[in-house]
């Protein structure tokens, strides 16, 4: 099992920028996908970015093409995601997840732990 913790949420204008970052503990961080999930009030939890245990496998959602970026850094097992240029749609609350598998793609099915999740909000 591994425990995940998500910060670096907040409020921030149109256009702004925010790093959320999602520490790991417990089975070893560099096995495993991560991805960030995001679910907004009334809507069904979607899938943003993942990305593969060495990094070196990314997949994102159109909505956020260009504009979000996932990262990893194995050594302090910690997973990123730089989210420039945001906008009122992007509010959520964002969730990272540990997939049971090398790279765990675009559907939560294949994640087995998550965290509590950040408040992301985006003011016009």
Known sequence: QVQ???SGG???QAGGSLRLS????GRSF????????????????????????????????D???????????NAKNTV???MNSLKPEDTA???CAAAGRPF???????YVDWGRGTQVTVSS
């Open 4 to 6: 995940l913790v998500e």
């Open 10 to 12: 907040g409020l921030v």
């Open 22 to 25: 999602c520490a790991a503990s």
């Open 30 to 61: 560099s096995n495993y996908g991560m991805g960030w999930f995001r679910q907004a009030p009334g809507k069904e939890r979607e899938f943003v970015e993942a990305i593969s245990w060495s990094g070196g496998t990314t997949s994102y959602a």
């Open 63 to 73: 909505s956020v093409k260009g504009r979000f970026t996932i990262s990893r850094d």
């Open 80 to 82: 990123y995601l730089q």
């Open 93 to 95: 609350v964002y969730f």
């Open 104 to 110: 765990g793609g675009t559907t939560t099915d294949v």
